[in-house]
């Protein structure tokens, strides 16, 4: 039986980044609901499937660490042992020979194999920089939010580190297509049954399998939602069949989703729109956390909630359902306090208002108080200030 892989167990079989906790949190960033693929394996341990492969990562205070496994064989037994070009080349103690997984290694196969192994290690490092976004220096961007939103800066005292995720434009998509009327726990069994019934099985650890996210071809199949039905869907697997056929019938393919990242944001938002199952709040979703859309502010009941009681915004007061005229003043609210990373702002605070975090919140009662005292103080001017500029 082939296990999650720990650190503690020795860093041969890890590689790592240089990154500091105040710019990656990987227990907030990836637990508060913008993937659903990523479970806490260990001890602050965290293993999921991203491009194509299973990765498990863990940090200290200034490191950021992964591990990766290998693909199933050729026969379908995926046992997940560590990549053969990836194993260390060592000198042997008693011969001085070259020796590689407790073979001779040849010197004429040395240098090929370390090349190999560089070359994984350099695309493996490229794709998960790309995936936390590591070129946008986060510490930067909160002291901005701070110094323009008192609220935030609170907040961003305790909950640093919440980084926005760049996905995979398909399973984005069809992971947030599963999120209507749903909460992030349900969503992740959800994900992960879609995973297991129509995704490539990449490999086993401990008693878990661990899949690819589903093709499009796969989701588009006629067979898919009477499939999704009896895994408990409900009405969500008729919009996954619908989304993947229009895609590939109408638009060509997942190149089409690829190419809204260089489209504005608005057409962007609009095209996503003419999938079945795909409303405003999906829609800006898919564009802020797949589409390089970092304005965007997705805004549901739990942002409008947040919006009136923390910032007393105005918009959609004396309706009982969110329109897309609200969305857009919420969403237009934001912008305005925030700027152009206002998507990312608002991870933060959604983050910090989940159940599952309120721990990190715990404060002596007289001093939250007197605390959140100015804090309003400060938040009623500056939404003086944006309610004027936006009239």
């Given at each position: 039986m082939f296990k999650h892989a720990l650190l503690s167990a020795g860093t041969n079989a890890w590689r790592s980044l240089a990154c500091s906790r105040s710019e990656l949190r990987l227990d907030l960033t990836l637990g508060c609901g913008q993937s659903f693929r990523w479970r806490?394996?260990?001890?602050?341990?965290?293993?999921?499937?991203?491009?194509?492969?299973?990765?498990?990562?863990?940090?200290?205070?200034?490191?950021?660490?992964?591990?990766?496994?290998?693909?199933?064989?050729?026969?379908?037994?995926?046992?997940?042992?560590?990549?053969?070009?990836?194993?260390?080349?060592?000198?042997?103690?008693?011969?001085?020979?070259?020796?590689?997984?407790?073979?001779?290694?040849?010197?004429?196969?040395?240098?090929?194999?370390?090349?190999?192994?560089?070359?994984?290690?350099?695309?493996e490092e490229v794709l998960l920089r790309d995936y936390f976004q590591l070129d946008v220096k986060l510490g930067d961007l909160y002291r901005e939010w701070g110094a323009a939103d008192p609220h935030f800066k609170h907040i961003a005292n305790i909950f640093t580190g919440v980084r926005m995720l760049r996905q995979d434009p398909t399973e984005c998509l069809f992971s947030f297509i599963c999120t209507s009327n749903n909460h992030i726990s349900r969503i992740q069994g959800m994900v992960e049954r879609l995973c297991q019934s129509l995704g490539t099985l990449l490999c086993h650890l401990d008693q878990t399998s661990y899949h690819d996210f589903p093709s499009l071809s796969a989701l588009a199949d006629s067979s898919v939602e009477a499939c999704l039905r009896d895994l408990g869907f409900g009405y969500r697997a008729k919009f996954l069949q619908q989304s993947a056929r229009q895609i590939l019938d109408s638009h060509g393919g997942p190149l089409w989703l690829q190419g809204l990242r260089t489209a504005s944001y608005l057409q962007a938002r609009d095209a996503l729109r003419t999938l079945p199952g795909v409303g405003p709040k999906v829609a800006d979703c898919v564009c802020l956390m797949s589409l390089d859309k970092a304005c965007v502010v997705p805004v549901d009941t739990h942002v409008w909630q947040i919006a009136k009681r923390d910032y007393s915004c105005i918009?959609?007061?004396g309706k009982k359902s969110l329109t897309d005229k609200v969305h857009q003043e919420i969403g237009d609210f934001f912008r305005q306090l925030w700027g152009p990373y206002a998507g990312w702002a608002h991870s933060v605070l959604f983050c910090a208002d989940l159940k599952k975090f309120q721990k990190l919140k715990e404060m002596p009662s007289l001093k939250q108080e007197e605390v959140n005292s100015d804090i309003k103080a400060e938040v009623e001017g500056k939404k003086t200030k944006i309610i004027k500029t936006l009239r």
């Open positions: 806490e394996t260990g001890d602050g341990h965290w293993t999921g499937v991203m491009g194509g492969r299973v990765w498990t990562l863990t940090q200290t205070d200034d490191t950021l660490w992964y591990h990766t496994y290998s693909i199933p064989s050729a026969t379908g037994e995926g046992d997940c042992r560590k990549r053969r070009a990836g194993a260390p080349i060592l000198e042997s103690k008693s011969s001085g020979k070259k020796v590689k997984g407790g073979m001779e290694v040849k010197e004429e196969e040395e240098e090929e194999l370390l090349a190999v192994r560089t070359d994984l290690d350099r695309k918009a959609g007061s």
